[in-house]
């Protein structure tokens, strides 16, 4: 599965996925990223799987929804079972690292 791109200029869709990324979303810094990335169109809110988030960090699912859970990055639940990981927040954990949190 492919990551979802959020666009400035988009469906309903894409306006309801970008208000469900701003709500996961609690630190103000993050929520002006997405929203910056939402209106300027360059740059793209690439939300993917934890599988996907655990092979950038190199680790699996369960110790990505850890990380996630501890605040290291957001997510987002779509659904009760479908949840997204904002994979820029993932990568720049992945640069810092855990003491860097």
Do not use: W
């Amino acid at each position: 599965m492919r990551p979802t791109n959020l666009h400035a200029e988009g469906t309903a869709t894409d306006a309801h996925f970008l208000a469900l990324v701003l709500g996961a979303a609690t630190d103000p810094s993050r929520k002006a990223a997405i929203l910056r990335a939402a209106a300027t169109g360059s740059d793209k809110v690439h939300m993917g799987t934890a599988r996907e988030a655990a092979q950038i960090l190199g680790t699996c699912s369960r110790t990505v929804e850890r990380y996630a859970r501890a605040g290291c990055f957001s997510r987002v639940h779509l659904s009760p079972r479908k949840v997204r990981y904002p994979l820029h927040e993932v990568e720049a954990f992945a640069q810092r690292g855990i003491e860097g949190t």
